[in-house]
């Protein structure tokens, strides 16, 4: 029924239960799982649980908080997991100058690198965007429109620049800041954007959705993000669980479960 389009079940907070949240994915109406890279050793780890687990497929790639270690002989490796019949996109890229945990000129250089692996590799891409909206339109501007598609993954952004990402061919993928007391603005984006462009996903274990923020974030939860949509939509959950699961099956060029 759902497709959570963004985890990090690598992350050590799922040490002592990933494996029972991916057998339990049946029951909760979670037909995939995109499990997103963020450095070469959490692709490398992704591509294991994709392995392992047919309902995880994974995306490999360098985010912009590790730009600065990045180096030639990453991104050859990086570059080889592409190949991966489970990989489905390269990311999650881009740029965060909120925390600034790499030089921004670095972060530039390495999201530029990726979005050249993704060209080539005729791949998806994942970006992750955090108060650089200008510096991430003008980098992808030079790519689009993205014949090979894409997601702007945990969208937080204005209708304008929406507007601006799916006119280049990108896709925009929802979490659970949407569901929370102080997200009205981002609301009214939300209720404004098409559901035909949009996507769920839990980021967990991170953006954990309301009722249960405070707690460590699940694939299961992405179910609250889809509800609150529906919500703002006046559409059924049913609705929305069928058009962003299509959607990330095409982003993602997934096969039925």
Avoid: W
């Avoid at 029951?27 to 450095?39: K, S």
């Avoid at 339109?137 to 702007?152: C, K, M, N, R």
Wanted: net charge negative; proline share 4%; aromatic share 8%.
């Amino acid at each position: 029924m759902f497709i959570d389009a963004h985890a990090h079940l690598d992350d050590e907070r799922f040490e002592q239960d990933r494996q029972e949240i991916i057998d339990a994915l049946d029951e909760n109406e979670i037909d995939f799982v995109i499990n997103a890279g963020a450095d070469l050793e959490s692709s490398l780890f992704s591509k294991r649980l994709a392995e392992e687990n047919e309902k995880i497929y994974f995306t490999a790639g360098i985010h912009p908080h590790d730009a600065k270690t990045a180096h030639k002989e990453m991104f050859a490796e990086i570059e080889q997991l592409l190949g991966h019949p489970k990989c489905v996109a390269v990311g999650e890229m881009g740029l965060d100058y909120h925390y600034n945990h790499s030089p921004q000129h670095v972060q530039r250089e390495v999201f530029l690198t990726q979005l050249h692996m993704a060209k080539q590799a005729e791949k998806p891409i994942v970006v992750h965007m955090r108060e650089a909206t200008k510096d991430t339109i003008e980098l992808l501007s030079a790519f689009a429109p993205f014949a090979h598609l894409g997601v702007i993954h945990s969208f937080s952004g204005s209708v304008e620049s929406a507007k601006i990402f799916l006119d280049m061919g990108l896709y925009l993928s929802i979490s659970g800041p949407v569901t929370y007391d102080n997200a009205g603005r981002f609301r009214e984006v939300v209720r404004a954007l098409p559901l035909d462009k949009l996507l769920i996903e839990t980021d967990c274990p991170y953006l954990t959705p309301v009722p249960l923020r405070g707690r460590r974030n699940e694939p299961k939860n992405v179910r609250y993000v889809a509800q609150k949509i529906a919500e703002l939509k006046s559409i059924s959950l049913e609705e929305v669980a069928k058009t962003t699961s299509d959607n990330a099956r095409m982003v993602f060029g997934l096969t039925k479960a």
